[in-house]
């Protein structure tokens, strides 16, 4: 079974610092790897998507890397600003369990001004 | 251009009886997959549809089902409910599959009493 762990839970760090965020999971054999941003009570943004084949992807301030062999992807946020306080989750699409995404539990941030 | 719309907003049912929720996905997605949210088990997958047809299915008990019409709307319903299915449930389109990127609804949220 696909298990997809991201850590820290929390993170708090002052406006204009980069963040870090980091997901990993325990099997290689996946489609894809997703970065998602969900607001209190709103369901989930998509943020960047990385397909097995890539190594990296970029959006303006967003960059994620994603590393099969070793089971990890670490999202970078450039500048942060408040407006970025979110909880981050990383989904990955796996071979196992029949073509399904597995979700982890997320990191939640807060960028302080 | 729309997004995904999910009603109704907030739901609140008693155990033993059944719920239906409704997803409209963005116009042109043909595949729609709905995810439930909780605090203890956090974001997990539950089904995914694709021209009428449940393509995917995540680990979930027969009481929770669902279908999609021809004009790609989906619905899902849970029979029997219990304590334990209060959650947010949250729907997702996509273009094609899993295996691009998904747009969510901001979901709605199942108290069961």
Known sequence: KQEVTQIPAALSVP??????????????????????????????????????????????????????????????????????????????????????????????????? | KAGVTQTPRYLIKTRGQQVTLSCSPISGHRSVSWYQQTPGQGLQFLFEYFSETQRNKGNFPGRFSGRQFSNSRSEMNVSTLELGDSALYLCASSFSDLNSPLHFGNGTRLTVT
């Not at chain 1, 969900?38 to 970029?58: H, N, V």
């Open chain 1, 15 to 113: 406006e204009g610092e980069n963040l870090v965020l980091n997901c990993s999971f325990t099997d290689s054999a996946i489609y894809n790897l997703q970065w998602f941003r969900q607001d209190p009570g709103k369901g989930l943004t998509s943020l960047l998507l990385i397909q097995s084949s890539q190594r990296e992807q970029t959006s303006g301030r967003l960059n994620a890397s994603l590393d099969k062999s070793s089971g990890r992807s670490t999202l970078y946020i450039a500048a942060s600003q408040p407006g970025d306080s979110a909880t981050y989750l990383c989904a990955v699409l796996g071979f196992i369990n029949d073509y399904k995404l597995s979700f982890g539990a997320g990191t939640t941030v807060t960028v302080r001004a």
